[in-house]
């Protein structure tokens, strides 16, 4: 089993930045991917962003290119995701998520939010 721990949620303002950090129990560079997802109040939990773990592409949600960031530390297990030009609809519960292929299974953190409001 992976553990992953989220940490950096919080309030911030309109325009303000935060950074998200997932630290996991096992080495990120052993795992297909790592992400993130947010899932609003009354929303469905949405793919924000991910990082191949052989590659290191990444992929964004349509909403926040250009302002959000995902990368990582493999040396410390961690990814980051970079949140800039936040605005209230990135308030929500973020997941960190970490998929192996063999056996398949997806890791999920415990969560954090981050509330944007002024």
């Known amino acids: 089993q992976v553990q992953l721990v989220e940490s950096g949620g919080g309030l911030v303002q309109p325009g303000g930045s935060l950074r998200l950090s997932c630290a996991a129990s096992t080495s990120i560079s052993s795992l297909y991917s790592m992400g993130w997802y947010r899932q609003a109040p009354g929303k469905q939990r949405e793919l924000v962003a991910n990082i191949i773990g052989s590659t290191g592409s990444t992929n964004y949600a349509d909403s926040v290119k250009g302002r959000f960031t995902i990368s990582r530390d493999n040396a410390k297990n961690t990814v980051y995701l970079q949140m800039n030009s936040l605005n209230s609809e990135d308030t929500a519960v973020y997941y960190c998520?970490?998929?192996?292929?063999?056996?398949?299974?997806?890791?999920w953190g415990q969560g954090t939010q981050v509330t944007v409001s002024s």
């Open positions: 998520n970490g998929k192996r292929l063999f056996p398949r299974n997806d890791f």
